[in-house]
């Protein structure tokens, strides 16, 4: 007999309940992925909602009136910060032994070490089989991610535990690994002799939107770079493993973030810039604030492969479009040989599309019919287009499985956070802030970063 199990969602009132969660149930539930679920328990502190008002909820979340998917539903009152108010659950948890329970923590980023205290204690009584997933970020810096990991070990196996980063559920994300690793043609070229620079972009056109209390006290740095542009960055520069697990997928992971190069203290505006875009202060109605809504950051891997070569990690809010993209930049053909030709010769690039649609570009330098032998580059040889899968889908469908591999593990997630430390620790220390304006693709000083280093930013 398949396994039975139980979702439980802390935070079910939440912004990401409501506009991920909820959705992405609905539609795992109609391609019969739920058939297994013998009920979804969403949790929240409201007293005032009863059971219309909560369907509500869902119906205005999933724009259906799915009544069936709505009777897999059932809503418990419960402030997750109350002990004694885990007991709420235990009337509907007892009439489900044998089902495995999932609990989703899809609460604000400070209530995680009260909630898994909490948790942790109140499965001491119950027997069920059990699996924890935390959204990001991950803790506030290394030192509370360590004390994070500690406590949750306490309660938890690492088994049983689902670090999210929704990027890795992205279709192109994980066609970078698809790519690399399915093709003989990139695999003598992936490397240093080839490979000028990479650039690791997630470019936003909104701004905070509502998120303040979250995002005021995180910056872009934390928010984006340090789990979403770092996990990209693993999968382009890891070393094949040795087989498709998720146990070798992940050491190969970890390899890459332990080989990457210290950044010293003294040394960071040499490798991170930072902005805040114009109107952050009058939007969000604050009087000071010094929190980065864009950064970049340059790292270099020391080993054999990537020994010299920047990788560029990018992002930033309201800036000109959304761009979400990783672009490997090769070197340019010898002087010597340009010269031969009519224009000015692009490099060669292999472009990963991320959003605001799936896309991989391979951009070749070629005669133009009917042109000379050596006379103009035509870029964008080789296009692939793929469907827009809702990252949340097959995070989900993992999960359900028992399949680690698109999530972060405890040594990944604190080495990321030690590679950002330095940076985390002179902002901090360096508060004044370069403003750049709305719609536009960032600071100045970015800008110059990159010039400095004789490049440009690249856009698919
Ligand atoms: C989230 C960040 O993790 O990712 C947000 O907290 C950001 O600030 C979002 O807007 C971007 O994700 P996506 O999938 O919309 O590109």
Redesign the pocket.
Known sequence: MEKRFLIVIFGGLGDLAKSKIYPVLHSLYKKAHLSNCSKIISTGRRPDIGKEEFIQILKDSIGDNDTSFFSLFEFVRLDLDKMEEYKNLEDILSKFKEEELIFYIATPPFTFESIITNLGNFLKEISNKRKIVIE??FGYDLESAKRLNSIIKEYFKEEEIYRID??LG?ETVQNIFGLRFSNIIFEGIWNRNFIDHIQIS?L?D?G??G?LG??DKVGALR??IQ??LMQILTLIAMEPPCCINEKAIRDEKVKVLKSIREVKYDDVPLYAVRGQYEGYLKDERLTKSYTETYAVVKLYIDNLRWDGVPFYLRTG?KLKK?E?SAIIVFKKIPGLFSKLLDCTPQENIIGFK??PENKIILNFQLRPLGGSLLSCPIPTAMEWNGPNLE?YETLFIDIIEGDHTLFIREDEIERAWEIVQPIIDFWKDHREIPIYPEGSFGPKEAEDFIRRDGRVWRYL
């Open positions: 990001k970020p929704h990027f992205k997630a936003e909104i905070v939107e998120r979250y995002y928010d984006m789990n979403h809010k959304k979400t991320i959003a990252a």
